[in-house]
């Protein structure tokens, strides 16, 4: 390990505390939202976030961008959003008499990029982001042109407003590494919120740590080891989706490397070097809910996903 690897890991749970409680200037309650999207960015995957209006999905995006020192940009989706208005184009300039072309970024060309609503974006505008997240570059015409590191899409939906949405197809959802529950405040969480954004001001966060220094602890997350055994579990773990009597399509490969990246954000963002059970445990549920497809009978049922986990995690004793 470099010295400038070292020092950031001494650093870490420092760091890990200082971000929490930033974000915690802004955010009420959504402990275990806040967790995961941390595991997401620790682990380099994308996240999907969902919930009902109005429950701060934006704003954690946000804020969380400007605690780590990120380029952020935003993109706004609905149905009449182009692949062009996401990747950028290219546009001919007139200089000195002559024509060139010059190409023009597009929002995609951010660390941190919010795509606001994706289930509202046409199934073409949404595959313009299917390059962006697998292999981190964009091509417009015959040239490609390499994203800044490091790169997150992290997406919002709202599940209950169907009307004007298209469905995320399968290959989009399974890029993203967690999908991501946010729930409604308790009485005393909402109570907390009219307090501080019913009054003059809103709170300021202020930025914790440096690209660079984002990039050194991705690089030390990947480095935590991982016992035979676990691994073996989480391998198991996905295999069992693919032959659950009430799963029509099981999770993939993705999933397996998944579940081991994002159990080792958590260790390491727990302060810990090793990842145990628990760690696996809990990050079943974000890394599986959107790579399992259930059949008619199970949804005829009203099982849901969460429920194929919890029963596979019991059988398997994990």
């Given at each position: 390990m470099s010295e400038d690897l070292k020092a950031v890991y001494s650093a870490a749970p420092g760091i890990f505390q200082k971000l929490r409680r930033e974000i915690d200037k802004v955010m009420v309650g959504q402990n275990v939202a806040i967790e995961q999207l941390l595991v997401s960015i620790l682990a380099g995957g994308h996240a999907l976030l969902e919930s009902n209006p109005g429950l701060a999905k934006t704003l954690l995006v946000k804020t969380t961008a400007s605690c780590l020192g990120l380029g952020?940009?935003?993109i706004q989706c609905t149905p009449d959003l182009m692949p062009a208005d996401i990747t950028?184009?290219?546009?001919i300039e007139d200089t000195d008499?002559?024509?060139?072309?010059r190409f023009e970024a597009g929002p995609v060309f951010a660390n941190i990029v919010l795509a606001d609503?994706?289930?509202r974006a046409s199934p073409k505008t949404q595959s313009a982001l299917l390059e962006a997240m697998q292999e981190k570059q964009v091509t417009v015409g015959n040239k490609t042109y390499p994203l800044d590191k490091p790169f997150f899409i992290l997406a919002t939906q709202n599940p209950i407003e169907m009307e004007g949405t298209f469905p995320l197809p399968e290959a989009q959802l399974?890029?993203?590494?967690?999908?991501i529950f946010m729930e409604y405040p308790s009485l005393e969480e909402e109570l907390q919120i009219l307090e501080r954004y019913t009054g003059r001001g809103e709170p300021v966060v202020e930025r914790v740590v440096s690209k660079q220094e984002v990039i050194a602890l991705q690089q030390l997350c990947r480095d935590i080891p991982v016992s035979d055994d676990l691994?073996?579990?989480?391998?198991?773990?996905?295999l069992?989706?693919?032959?659950?009597?009430g799963v029509q399509y099981g999770a993939s490969p993705r999933a397996s490397i998944g579940l081991i990246v994002s159990a080792k954000a958590r260790a390491f963002l727990q302060g810990r070097n090793y990842v145990s059970?628990?760690?696996?445990?809990?990050?079943?549920?974000?890394?599986?809910?959107?790579?399992i497809i259930l059949n008619f009978e199970a949804e005829r049922k009203g099982l849901t996903r969460d429920h194929v986990v919890t029963d596979l995690l019991r059988n398997l004793n994990i």
């Open positions: 952020y940009s935003r950028g184009t290219t546009i008499g002559s024509k060139k072309f609503e994706i289930n399974d890029r993203f590494l967690l999908k691994k073996r579990a989480a391998v198991n773990l996905v069992a989706t693919r032959k659950w009597e059970k628990e760690d696996l445990h809990v990050m079943a549920y974000p890394v599986l809910r959107h790579r």
